[in-house]
């Protein structure tokens, strides 16, 4: 990966290097009215940037919104000098890096996550892209940030369910890495954050995700091991939208971890410590699914039409143990269910 | 480049061959309404495949025609394992790329250029786009075909005017590799073409492009070397076009080289002899440019804010000699219009 990731808590000063050293003819800085508000006039060094501003949230990730900021980046006169600053979640920075990537094929970007979820997720790693005909990123294109600026003082403003559903992308890159990294991450104590602590766990967190990249930026393989948890935790969110109550997307991959855990220790032996310990964390921290027996057809309906599967089959990365893992394992729907089951035990359902 | 180019008499068999052995879930080929009607019943390896079909012509090189094949993608359950095929000049191959690039964050796509000017420009190097905002291709990614089917054999039904225009790429090419290639174009009969020939000459052509973009594919440098005769070209095609009498884009190409070699001529010593046997030719194939010194001003205004200038300045790339070129060379106003005068007189306006 040639995308530079810096960790820092001045994020105005280290922003402020990359652009006088860039000499870029125009820059851009695209913010939603969250962020606008709250993290803009910390950044006095965008202070002359043309301002584009979107309207926030997953479902503003849409067509109109590449529109405008590709209308709003000709006004600005960009040309393929200029540089486009991303200062939000993830649905800004993958909006964001799709317009750029695409404004006179390509302009320089850089990636300034709000949240922990951007943060760990979204904002490195080269995926961009917007909603389209109600599927998630539709429509995108791999391109890579020049640079992500990854700090912990926005996040003293984020509602700790945000908070807690990055954190269960970072449980994730921690099963994928090591055992070490795994109870390094379930000591940490989500209710009484310590942030340069955090700040450190973020970095290994990111560290785990560009050595996976690095070797398969297209995901025509490996990279399909960040897929951990979410073949079950999209599903959990689908129906959760379904039934009109969404839940935040980190909760619904906190027990998709947990079930396919359970599957791993099945099929492939993973062990039952480490998934007791898991199971009580996400217990703890994330609640119990709202999940019945009656879900479970239409659970492994949306598992089989997920964008990672083919086939019509189940499709999961699983671990023998942290830090060993197979990709493109197919899951049978009776496995499935029975994990399913054993996840509602775990949670308490 | 990674991007394999075929060229070939027999189009259908080396399409099939292709698609057999990519293993590809869905096959769909964008047409216009033109190459719907005479080249798809030409291609029968194609007859299962999904058939997205746009208005022709540069007009509609748009965002609602984008749009319009994103949609009919999804419609016809592509994923990233599928395939589009582009069939058609210019406007189709960088459209349909840009489709295939964005949708999933890039599908598997081939080109089959349908005119001359799309075999040896449009739909190799990997430039895709749209036009936005009454802006050419601003709207677009770099993003290099599977696979370019380059063959003679659907050029029959091009007017002649159409065969010109692409030409005069070609002669640009040669202008930039070598005087054995540029006589070797230039002693090619264009009133009678020998289609063998042809395909010879289009083969060492699109090796040329090649070759630059190889060494710089997302211009960051020596690719502008391509911009050779279209600094001054694009302003005459935008002066024409503002005059409401449009004139082929090969045709402002091969006055802009002329142009731009008597430019070379007078600051590099680009051999007179050679600036007179391209005049000739072009003074013969092409005619002359409806342009008066009353339109200089206008011209230059055109040059100083073309895509590829920058601070308002013209930036031409300009050649010692045939096959040896600089590139962003700055040309004061007064040299440009001595050169607009030479030409006048060349193409004896």
């Known amino acids: 990966m040639t995308q530079q990731v810096l960790y820092c808590n001045n994020v105005d000063a280290t922003l402020n290097n990359i652009i006088e050293g860039g000499n870029y003819n125009a820059v851009m800085v695209l913010v939603d009215t969250n962020t606008h508000k709250l993290v803009l006039p910390k950044l006095p060094c965008l202070r002359r940037a043309h301002i ?52 006179k094929r390509g302009i320089a970007f850089i990636n300034i996550p709000t949240t922990l979820l951007a943060a760990v997720d979204a904002a490195v790693g080269g995926k961009t892209g917007i909603n389209f005909n109600g599927l998630k990123n539709e429509i995108g ?66 560290k785990t995700k560009e050595d996976i990249v690095n070797q398969d930026p297209t995901e025509q393989g490996l990279r399909k091991a960040l897929n951990l948890g979410h073949t079950v935790g999209h599903a959990l969110e689908s129906l959760a939208m379904e039934h009109g109550k969404p839940v935040p997307h980190g909760y619904a991959i906190a027990w998709g971890l947990v079930t396919e855990a359970v599957i791993s220790h099945m099929t492939l032996g993973f062990p039952s410590d480490d998934l007791y310990i898991l199971a009580r964390f996400v217990h703890d921290n994330y609640g119990a699914p709202a999940v019945t027996c009656d879900h479970y057809d239409r659970l492994i309906s949306f598992m089989q039409h997920d964008k990672k599967s083919s086939n019509g089959e189940i499709n999961c990365t699983l671990l023998k143990k942290c830090g060993d893992f197979t990709i493109d394992n197919t899951i049978p729907p009776d496995t499935m269910k029975t994990a399913l089951d054993i996840l509602r035990d775990l949670m308490g359902v």
């Open 52 to 103: 584009i501003e979107i309207t926030p949230g997953d479902d503003n990730k849409n067509l109109d919104s590449l529109v405008h900021v590709w209308q709003l980046m000709h006004n600005a006169g960009a040309t393929r000098k200029s540089l486009l600053v991303n200062v939000g979640g993830g649905s800004v920075t993958d909006l964001g890096g799709l317009a750029a990537a695409t404004f």
């Open 141 to 206: 294109v791999f391109a890579l940030a020049t640079s992500v600026i990854v700090s912990t003082c926005f996040f003293h403003t984020l509602p700790p369910k945000e908070l807690k559903s990055g954190y269960a992308e970072m449980i994730k890159h921690a099963m994928l890495r090591s055992q070490k990294h795994f109870f390094e991450l379930l000591d940490f104590d989500l209710g009484k954050i310590d942030k340069n602590k955090l700040l450190e766990l973020i970095r290994s967190s990111v």
